[in-house]
Nanobody, 120 residues
Framework: QVQLVESGGGLVQAGGSLRLSCAAS????????MGWYRQVPGKQRELVAV??????NYADSVKGRFTISRDNAKNTVYLQMNSLKPEDTAVYYC???????????????WGQGTQVTVSS
């Protein structure tokens, strides 16, 4: 069983910063990729950023403002969000892909989500 627990969401003024964290727990050997997605009511969940062992990828809307990083020893991924805009307001979800555990393989799992609200 793999669980992802996010933290760090909240309310911030436009131009401010927040740092999201997501810790994966369980008997984990490795995680191929971890990422952040976001969703607003009535819209599809969209990719914000993803990180593998050697590469990062960002949505165009957050390039230059958001930075994704990971600590493999802690099975944790972070999202540093700077210069936040009201349009960044959403529920942010952590995602892990290709999780190898002591009992097998988990292809894809999600956290419960954390609300980020940016006021103008």
């Amino acid at each position: 069983q793999v669980q992802l627990v996010e933290s760090g969401g909240g309310l911030v003024q436009a131009g401010g910063s927040l740092r999201l964290s997501c810790a994966a727990s369980g008997s984990i050997f490795s995680i191929a990729a971890m990422g952040w997605y976001r969703q607003v009511p009535g819209k599809q969940r969209e990719l914000v950023a993803v990180i593998t062992s050697g590469n990062t990828n960002y949505a165009d809307s957050v390039k230059g403002r958001f930075t994704i990083s990971r600590d493999n020893a802690k099975n944790t991924v972070y999202l540093q969000m700077n210069s936040l805009k009201p349009e960044d307001t959403a529920v942010y979800y952590c995602n892990a892909v290709g999780v190898r555990t002591t009992t097998g393989w988990v292809s894809n799992c999600w956290g419960q989500g954390t609300q980020v609200t940016v006021s103008s």
